[in-house]
């Protein structure tokens, strides 16, 4: 599974982004899809993550309301739409997969910055 993330970039605060993640081969065994960001100088931490199949998400609650998270199983693409931006949105943003028998997530992608100025 090879994962690419992009859609990142500068915004103002209140501006909106969408980040996508494509996945490429054996999407079959993906379980779990999920966002992660790591500010500078802070440790990663949980943005979103969705049922590959469908339906069932989570939402960290420092997002919540503002950020969404979807996928397009026809396109093996992973989405992020934030609106709202604030400055502490500032990060890199990683997409990652969670196999069927995985105990985390053990397929990542490159990160892609999004910077959201004041």
């Known amino acids: 599974v090879q994962l690419q993330a992009s859609g990142g970039g500068l915004v103002q605060a209140g501006d909106s982004l969408k980040l996508s993640c494509t996945v490429s081969v054996h999407t079959a065994i993906i379980y779990t899809m999920g966002w992660f960001r790591q500010a500078p100088g802070k440790e990663r931490e949980f943005v979103a993550s969705?049922?590959?199949?469908?339906?069932?998400?989570t939402v960290a609650d420092s997002v919540k309301g503002r950020f969404t998270i979807s996928t397009n199983n026809d396109k093996n693409t992973l989405y992020l739409q934030m609106n709202s931006l604030k400055p502490e949105d500032t990060a890199d943003y990683y997409c990652a997969a969670r196999g069927y028998f995985s105990a985390g997530y053990n397929f990542w992608g490159q990160g892609t910055q999004v910077t959201v100025s004041s």
């Open positions: 969705i049922r590959w199949s469908g339906g069932s998400t």
